[in-house]
């Protein structure tokens, strides 16, 4: 899928250009284009470059948090949860251990933890499989959960503000918070339906109900105040929670004795390897987005929803956030970059660079995770997955355009 579409803004650019050429006399429209293509080069090379001292700084602070104890007390809080929500699962059976620690992970942005941990999950499921090549009920639910993308700490998404020069990185901390717990729920209301899950279950309810009465009230405290100071307020909401949390796994770890500055050491060493990791693949995907916009398609394609959204009376701000949100169920790498273009494009703390931001935060690549996951244990018939991570795409992507203007219009 990610290389059909990054050949396909290849060969629409060039068909674009060739028009503008042949058509419009546009005798520069090649030269635009190739100027792009060396630019987004250059700049995916900057900013991978700069992201290296961000990722070495959250990557070993979350390794500090995982040595001292946090993953396996999130691990704790959240099993009597989901011994309910995949009651195939036999109460004791290693499937669900994996299950609470791969969202643990997820949850404290751990994402390199989360995969391998994901996949022995969907292993585990797959004893449980009465037909090795069709998708239960417990792996949906657990892919749909998954690529709804339950994230509290939306690290990566701090560092790449950052570095597109945002006045104050985290201050979508608590729309992200926002889009993505309704984009989760969007998710399990859908697979519920399907699956015929008693959401009506006291425990399931206990859980939900205290996650949704923290989200609402943030909602409610944050609505009644005037717009300056929503934004003043949530920001430093943001920074406080954030840092409390960095204070929290360092004294944690003071606590048990591990020490904390080899593993934060050893997780920075890793946040420098992940940063040099992925200079390829982010010049790749900034090069084809380029030359895609510098040919006029995007333009195009954002003029005419920008004229559908004015027929309907609506404000189009939201407009040229969209790209990263079409991306995003295709592919993670191409909806990062659609995200850094649009800050770098429109600016860091423009509304549409942080909407771009909340949309990025709100969901996971519904595609890839389905096909990483249930690859990874050979299933072939994927039954309701698609349309129930895709319905969780969309309830995230309305709630982050809703939060956005909510926060920043």
Known sequence: MLNAIWIGFFLIAFVFAAVNLIFFGQIDSFALVMKAAFDAAK???????GLTGVMALWLGVMRVGERAGFLQGLTWLLAPLFQRLFPDVPRN?????????????????LDNAATPIGIKAMQELQTLNPDKETASNAQILFLVINASSVTLLPVTIFTYRAQAGAHDPTDVFIPILIAT???????????????????????????????????????????????????????????????GLVTLFIGGAAVRR???????????????????TIIPYLVAMLVAIAVFRASGALDLLLHGIRNGVVMMGWDTRFVDALPTALMKPLSGSGARAMMIDTMHTFGADSFAGRLASVVQGSTETTFYVLAVYFGAVGIRRVRHAVICGLLADLGGLAAAIAVTYMFFG
């Open 43 to 49: 700049n995916g090379f900057e900013i991978a470059l």
């Open 181 to 243: 717990y309704c984009s989760t729920m969007a998710g399990l209301l859908a697979t519920a339906f399907y699956q015929r899950i008693n959401l009506l279950d006291r425990v399931i309810l206990a859980y939900l109900a205290a996650i949704s009465a923290a989200v609402f009230g943030l909602v409610a405290y944050f609505a009644q105040l005037p717009a300056a100071e929503m934004l003043r307020q949530s920001a430093l909401v943001s920074n406080v929670l954030l840092f």
């Open 258 to 276: 591990v020490n904390a500055y080899e593993a934060f050491i050893e997780g920075a060493k890793d946040g420098f390897h992940t940063a040099v």
């Open 93 to 109: 059976h290693p499937a669900l251990g994996a299950i609470t620690m791969n969202m643990a992970a997820n949850m404290l942005g």
